[in-house]
């Protein structure tokens, strides 16, 4: 949306200054467009391609396969070829809608798990002394400095039937059998939350740390008490910040693979899990395309309708 | 001392003269520190109802304080603070019975410029009809009805400063907080702003407690007016009084401009105080009840406006009268402003109104002049 609106200030912006080279505004706006062009919509064309094409026990596994030496006439009989057979196999069996299903519910619920923690984090940061806040700004960030994988991994140790975890309530008395956590949602939904947690902190951060303190003496001030004025003042305020956090986590944890598959179990139902067996396992490309672009469709489409109709609430109010 | 006749501006409302009158703001004693600083000390004042009362000093004085603490947000270390004869110590600010109109607004940015003004009604749970009728009014009097559905960032600067008052106003607090309330006005809008603060104010007969460094503005709304430095009140005291008899160098200095000269009192005879500068040597006379004891320091103060400027020497030889030359002249339109050096070393200011187009008397650089005024126009500081 932003970059459409960009474009046309830039077109009039143009307009003003007629007379003078426009290319080098052009080519400034050009390079997000390239850059979306390249890594956004041509990998996405060739795995869109990939899914209308027949699984073969071929290399590249699949058929048809472009050369450059088809020549057009080539190209034309091949792309003749193509056919959503395999969305209709996607629609036909319940193990796919199942899988997006469970991995949209455990997004959700991690999604609001991360919230309901990190909100507190975020409120606590935003409310320190302002010479601690970079301090605790680097804690949030400092875990991204170890490899994604060796931390989920980690957590196997902490969460194993003879791991860490158990290891500290059994001695202290608080249970005497083991938990079983590893290979289970719950391992999952900690694996999830503690991950994403830094992609909800820091857009909440920032919006509460801009938040003028007056304001909550004004609702004070005006008779509301100060839990009151939390959920009249503050929390509407930082609501930007909680559509950003929350779609930061939701969209990666709808697709995640790393962890239901190092932390979950066999109960664990994720697309991300479906989309690596069709790849690696089956070798079923076309297919496992087709996950991904149904995936990314139903991940797309409402984001898009919810920033229309921001957008729409946006304009209303100015 | 005897007293010029400086009335209160309103006249007849005096209250503060009026031993049997019940304060209806007052603090006792009250002493605030913000760690190892003393942000008020040893405070004790009384507010009357109707009032409207000025804080006025510079930043850091403490008047800043002394709001917050009446508006809850502060709580004193020691002392007592009373509203209407209620200790309001342990009273939340969520529950007290004023209201604050802050220097920067506070608008609920995310609140139409209509649900800004209900907000404390609200609270209160007031019935719907009840808040829409009371925002209705509030509009109207701030005269913003056709922005009533706008949020904050759509309006003026002026604009905000009518909602926050408007937003302030709409419970009828029995105490009104105005802290800098027209500080982010330009000019013009300000001053009209002051009169129209003054109009409510009489409209609504709440207390208004004022805080500003502007002394225009204290002196154009307020009753009377404190005096602030280093978190104690120097003088409290109508308007015209605070300017007319300054107690210290310091109020005299802060309200408005006026000529300081170091002075040693050389004779003191019921009533007319006789003092040399100490640097120019000029001989000073000034008619005033105060007691000072001879060859003791004293300041001797006049204001520009009560200096009169001739090319002649006066006549009448009751008057002061030193002579000097003009070093410098400040047009400012209404008035000019001479700087006169005195033959005696001395700088002293003199201002003359441009009231005639034409002067007959010019006055330019470099020019011998004689500066005159009554004893009775100077002023002994003491302190």
Known sequence: MSSTRGSLAGRSRAAKTA????????????????????????????????????????????????????????????????????????????????????????????????????????????????????????????????????????????????????????????????????????????????SYLPFMVLPLYSALEKMDESLLEAAEDLGCPPFKAFWKVTFPLSLPGVVAGCFLVFIPAVGEFVIPDLLGGSETLMIGKTLWAEFFSNRDWPVASAVAVVLLLLLVVPIVLFRNHQEKMAEKGG | MAKIPLGPIRSGFAPWDDPAAKPFIEFRNVTKKFGEFTAVDDLSIRIYEREFFALLGPSGCGKTTIMRMLAGFEQPTSGELLLDGAELSGIPAYRRPVNMMFQSYALFPHLTVEKNIAF??????????????????????????????????????????????????????????????????????????????????????MTFLIVTHDQEEAMTVAD???????????????????????????????????????????????????????????????????????DSTAWFAIRPEKVNISSAAPEDVSVNAVPGEVWDIGYLGDVSIYHVRLDTGETIRATRTNRERIVEDPISWEDKVWLSWRPDHGLVLTQ
Request: overall charge positive.
């Open chain 1, 19 to 194: 007379g003078r080279p426009a290319w080098g505004r052009l080519l400034l706006i050009g390079i997000p467009y390239l850059w979306l062009l390249i890594l956004f919509l041509i990998p996405f064309l060739i795995v869109f391609k990939i899914s209308l094409s027949q699984t073969e026990f071929a290399r590249p596994p699949y058929l048809p396969a472009f050369a450059i030496t088809d020549g057009l006439a080539g190209i034309w009989e091949k792309i003749k070829q193509f056919s959503f057979s395999n969305y209709v196999w996607l629609a036909g069996d319940p193990l796919y809608y199942r899988a997006y299903l469970s991995s949209i519910w455990v997004a959700l619920v991690s999604t609001a798990m991360t919230l309901a923690l990190g909100y507190p984090i975020a409120y606590g940061m935003a409310r320190a002394p302002r010479q601690w806040r970079p301090m605790l700004l680097m804690l949030v960030i400092l875990p991204f400095w170890t490899s994604f994988l060796i931390r989920v991994y980690a957590w196997i140790g902490i969460l194993k039937k003879a791991g860490l975890l158990n290891q500290l309530l059994m001695s202290m008395g608080v249970i005497d059998q083991p938990l079983i956590i590893h290979n289970t949602n719950t391992a999952v939904y900690i694996g999830i939350v503690y």
């Open chain 2, 120 to 205: 404390g009604l609200k609270q209160d749970g007031m019935p719907k009809a009840e808040i829409a009728e009371r925002v209705g009014e509030m509009l109207a009097m701030v005269k913003l009805e056709p922005f009533a559905r706008r949020k904050p960032h759509q309006l003026s600067g002026g604009q905000k400063q009518r909602v926050a008052l408007a937003r302030s106003l709409a419970k009828r607090p029995k105490v009104l907080l105005l802290d800098e309330p027209l500080g982010a006005l330009d000019r013009k809008l300000r001053e009209e702003t002051q009169f129209e603060l003054m109009d409510l104010q009489q409209e609504l007969g």
């Open chain 2, 224 to 294: 009377r007016i404190a005096v602030m430095d280093h978190g104690q009140m120097i003088q409290v005291a109508p308007p015209a009084e605070i300017y007319e008899q300054p107690i210290s160098r310091y109020v005299a200095d802060f309200i408005g401009d006026i000529n300081v000269i170091e002075s040693t009192v050389t004779g003191n005879d019921g009533g007319l105080v006789r003092l040399k500068a100490k640097a120019a040597k000029a001989d000073l006379t000034v008619r005033q009840d105060i007691e000072v004891a001879a």
